[in-house]
């Protein structure tokens, strides 16, 4: 399937206080590259991202943000109870010598979380451990949407290659019909050219070295296999890019390459002005081809 190089997906998420965001941006690219910004506490999970994204986006330059924001509580701190529990204890046995002269004793809930141990930093295995299922989940949805918009701008990219494919199918069908005339004119004019110079020698040519010289002449130029190669790439070409389960990008760019050389050969064979300006037609359509191609994943 023809699909673009250039997307852009995002997903958000709100959990315990801690909200998620994902950002994915992806720019043309022989091979694929990756780049991964994460928050410090989960860095460690770069290498499964970068599978997850190698295993969605086969080809581009992949750059991918992370974002958690949330209270300091809800990202990093939990409650000691144990320690908690240990300062209720003594501060009841406290209590129980203030009711015995009649004090009255208050206890706040909030001032026991500042006592030293009771609220503790979680260690980054803990916040790895709840943030890591929701940054794949998060990721995959980014990339989901990343790929879609790939698919959209690759149907353009696509129409515009069969369009080339066109032009160049037609222009071969043209040097094709043209060919074999070449090689009848060419003979004509030899004969002319040659009967004109010797006309005042009162000479004649040998029709069999004219012969001989017109079958030489034919088998230099001779394009018809370059032409069935062409039209085979052009074939390839069609059904490679209506694959559905592959990225195809630089297989087409190989192609591509391909049917320019076969361009290149009929060039330079080709003694002809017509077969020589349809020939420059069918270069330009081929680098429109390998431009386009370029940018499919």
Same mark, same amino acid.
């Given at each position: 399937?023809? !699909?673009?190089?250039?997307?852009?997906?995002?997903?958000?998420?709100?959990?315990?206080?801690?909200?998620?965001?994902?950002?994915? /941006?992806?720019?043309?690219? !022989?091979?694929?590259?990756?780049?991964?910004?994460?928050?410090?506490?989960?860095?460690?999970?770069? @290498?499964?991202?970068?599978?997850?994204?190698?295993?969605?986006?086969?080809?581009?330059?992949?750059?991918?943000?992370?974002?958690?924001?949330?209270?300091?509580?809800?990202?990093?701190?939990?409650?000691?109870?144990?320690?908690?529990?240990?300062?209720?204890?003594?501060?009841?046995?406290?209590?129980?010598?203030?009711?015995? /002269?009649?004090?009255?004793?208050?206890?706040?809930?909030?001032?026991?979380? @500042?006592?030293?141990?009771?609220?503790?930093?979680?260690?980054?295995?803990?916040?790895?451990?709840?943030? /890591?299922?929701?940054?794949?989940?998060?990721?995959?949805?980014?990339?989901?949407?990343?790929?879609?918009?790939?698919?959209?701008?690759?149907?353009?990219?696509?129409?515009?290659?069969? !369009?080339?494919?066109?032009?160049?199918?037609?222009?071969?069908?043209?040097?094709?019909?043209? @060919?074999?005339?070449?090689?009848?004119?060419?003979?004509?004019?030899?004969?002319?050219?040659?009967?004109?110079?010797?006309?005042?020698?009162?000479?004649?040519?040998?029709?069999?070295?004219?012969?001989?010289?017109?079958?030489?002449?034919?088998?230099?130029?001779?394009?018809?296999?370059?032409?069935? /190669?062409? !039209?085979?790439?052009?074939?390839?070409?069609?059904?490679?890019?209506?694959?559905?389960?592959?990225?195809?990008?630089?297989?087409?760019?190989?192609?591509?390459?391909?049917?320019?050389?076969?361009?290149?050969?009929?060039?330079?064979?080709?003694?002809?002005?017509?077969?020589?300006?349809?020939?420059?037609?069918?270069?330009?359509?081929?680098?429109?081809?390998?431009?386009?191609?370029?940018?499919?994943?």
């Amino acid at each position: 399937m023809i !699909r673009s190089m250039t997307g852009f997906g995002s997903a958000n998420e709100k959990v315990d206080g801690v909200h998620y965001g994902v950002e994915l /941006r992806s720019l043309n690219n !022989r091979y694929f590259k990756a780049t991964i910004k994460l928050p410090e506490e989960i860095a460690s999970l770069e @290498a499964e991202l970068d599978a997850l994204l190698r295993h969605k986006l086969n080809r581009g330059s992949i750059t991918l943000l992370v974002k958690m924001q949330g209270s300091a509580a809800s990202v990093a701190d939990q409650i000691n109870e144990q320690a908690l529990l240990t300062y209720l204890e003594k501060l009841e046995s406290l209590h129980a010598r203030f009711a015995e /002269r009649e004090q009255a004793v208050r206890i706040d809930l909030t001032t026991l979380l @500042a006592l030293p141990g009771v609220l503790q930093s979680a260690d980054d295995s803990q916040i790895l451990s709840k943030a /890591r299922p929701i940054i794949l989940r998060l990721t995959e949805i980014a990339c989901d949407k990343a790929l879609a918009m790939r698919v959209t701008e690759g149907q353009a990219v696509a129409d515009d290659l069969a !369009r080339q494919r066109q032009t160049i199918r037609t222009h071969i069908d043209q040097i094709a019909e043209r @060919a074999p005339g070449v090689i009848g004119e060419y003979h004509t004019r030899l004969t002319n050219r040659v009967n004109t110079l010797m006309a005042s020698s009162e000479l004649k040519v040998n029709e069999q070295d004219l012969i001989r010289e017109v079958a030489i002449f034919a088998e230099r130029s001779d394009i018809s296999e370059e032409i069935n /190669r062409m !039209r085979g790439h052009l074939e390839q070409f069609e059904q490679i890019a209506s694959n559905k389960d592959e990225s195809v990008g630089r297989t087409l760019e190989f192609i591509a390459q391909e049917m320019l050389r076969e361009a290149n050969t009929i060039s330079s064979k080709s003694n002809d002005a017509v077969i020589s300006r349809a020939i420059v037609e069918v270069k330009g359509a081929i680098d429109r081809i390998k431009e386009q191609a370029a940018n499919v994943e």
